[in-house]
């Protein structure tokens, strides 16, 4: 963008004789040019590149994009709960063109802590809002600190986070929302051996708003 307009400046210059530099404006003395020290000449050609990338960035600047994240349960054992608490830590997308174990984006949540049984059929809570630049990204992941479950007959129940990064293409547009839907289930797996409740990350839907 702002290279395209210094060329464009040169190629406007180089193609201008000494009469039409005149009368721009300008005195086209090339034995005077010689003279001037070599220092003033690289001076004077980064003051303009600056110039140039000062304003011609500015205003071709797209506009950024913003992503909104929503939690809510998919329901399986979440009936057996009268209370389940998550803390939250942060929310990861990661852009296309990045390793995947670097490069991550962290959105602060808004929301920290919730009770994931009053999400249940379709009642969704919106736990960060961020803006971020626009382009394609291609997974999503979900930090929670601490899970706290109390089960409908008052008893405390430990619930352990099974949760990793989720392969999720989606775009970011100028002046958009995109709105990422995290669908939460909490698995009963106490009919196995040694196991109990575990939280899960079902699926992630993706939808655009103005």
């Known amino acids: 963008m702002c290279i395209t307009n210094f060329t464009r ?3 406007f210059l180089k193609n201008k004789n000494p009469q039409e530099l005149e009368e ?11 003279r001037i ?6 001076w004077l050609a980064m003051a303009l590149m600056i110039g140039l990338l000062g304003t ?3 205003a071709s600047g797209s506009t950024p994009g913003s992503v909104e994240v ?4 998919h329901r399986e054992a979440i009936g057996d709960f009268s209370e389940l608490w998550l803390t939250f830590s942060t929310v990861g997308i990661h852009p296309v063109g990045q390793p995947r174990s670097e490069g991550w984006i962290e959105l602060e949540p808004t929301v920290q802590r919730l009770d994931l049984t009053q999400y249940v059929e379709g009642r969704e809570a919106v736990i960060a809002q961020a803006t971020v630049e626009t382009g394609t990204y291609n997974a999503i ?20 986070v099974s949760l990793g990064a989720v392969a999720l293409d989606f775009q970011v547009r100028d002046g958009r929302t995109t709105v990422l839907g995290l669908d939460l289930v909490v698995l009963d797996l106490s009919e196995h051996p040694g196991q109990g409740y575990e939280l899960h990350l079902r699926e992630v839907t993706v939808r655009q708003s103005e």
């Open 9 to 11: 400046l040169s190629r």
């Open 24 to 34: 721009l404006g300008g005195t086209w003395r090339p034995h005077e040019f010689l």
């Open 37 to 42: 020290p070599l220092f003033r000449v690289i």
């Open 56 to 58: 011609g960035c500015a």
């Open 70 to 73: 929503r939690v809510r349960d």
């Open 141 to 160: 992941r979900l930090s929670v600190d601490e899970v706290s479950g109390v089960l409908t007959n008052g008893q405390p129940v430990e619930v352990e």
